[in-house]
């Protein structure tokens, strides 16, 4: 059983819309991660949380705005996507440390219409 | 050269086999390297890490690294149908600013055929 949980499984949402995607882990760990995934490719890291601040942005565009409410939580709030944006959604979380395998949720697959 | 390189397959291998599932990587100061298994339409699931040189076994599963040859492989002995699923390679070169970024390969398809 997975520790990192995610909601929705899936959303289906218009360009106009306002969502949030929601993730929590239950392993102590003190990174968090928000990942994008598009068929047949690896997953692109958009986000990293370390001890709650946002430490990575991998040039995300503004559209979509992640939130580190604690330790446990993770959000991802989307506004006016695209598209383009449909993919599958991943939140991961792992220890801060040399040796710190990130382990995945199930994901939340979106599709914006 | 891509930073992380797998052979994107299929792999087809008989039931009861061994599947030998290949990766290299560009960055000779990376750390830690993980494998992740993932069916389709599902999350990638971590089944293997290994940060030395030599092996490292798990059930059914040996994860082998050679820094030397900036080489990282998994084993899985005794190849089962439900092994058929995609097998991503991760490395992570903890670079200075972003340690924790990894980079991926672009997966392995594994067949294993009843």
């Known amino acids: 059983d997975t520790e990192v949980t995610q909601t929705p499984k899936h959303l289906v949402m218009g360009m106009t819309n306002k969502k949030s995607l929601k993730c929590e882990q239950h392993m102590g760990h003190r990174a968090m991660y928000w990942y994008k995934q598009k068929a047949k490719k690896p997953p692109e890291l958009m986000f990293v949380?370390?001890?709650?601040?946002?430490?990575i942005n991998e040039s995300v565009p503004s559209r979509f705005s992640p939130e580190c409410p604690n330790s446990s939580l993770l959000n991802l709030h989307l506004h006016a996507l695209q598209p383009e944006d449909s993919a599958l959604y991943l939140c991961?979380?792992?220890?801060?440390?040399?040796?710190?395998?990130?382990?995945f949720g199930p994901g939340t697959r979106l599709t914006v219409t | 050269q891509k930073e992380v390189e797998q052979n994107s397959g299929p792999l087809s291998v008989p039931e009861g086999a061994i599947a030998s599932l290949n990766c290299t990587y560009s960055d000779r100061g990376s750390q830690s390297f993980f494998w992740y298994r993932q069916y389709s339409g599902k999350s990638p699931e971590l089944i293997m890490f290994i940060y030395s040189n030599g092996d490292k076994e798990d059930g059914r599963f040996t994860a082998q690294l050679n820094k030397a040859s900036q080489y990282v492989s998994l084993l899985i002995r005794d190849s089962q149908p439900s092994d058929s699923a995609t097998y991503l390679c991760a490395v992570n070169p903890h670079r200075a600013g972003n340690n924790r970024k990894l980079i991926w390969g672009l997966g392995t398809s594994l067949a294993v055929n009843p």
């Open positions: 991961a979380s792992s220890q801060i440390g040399i040796w710190d395998e990130q382990y």
């Open positions: 949380y370390s001890y709650e601040k946002l430490s």
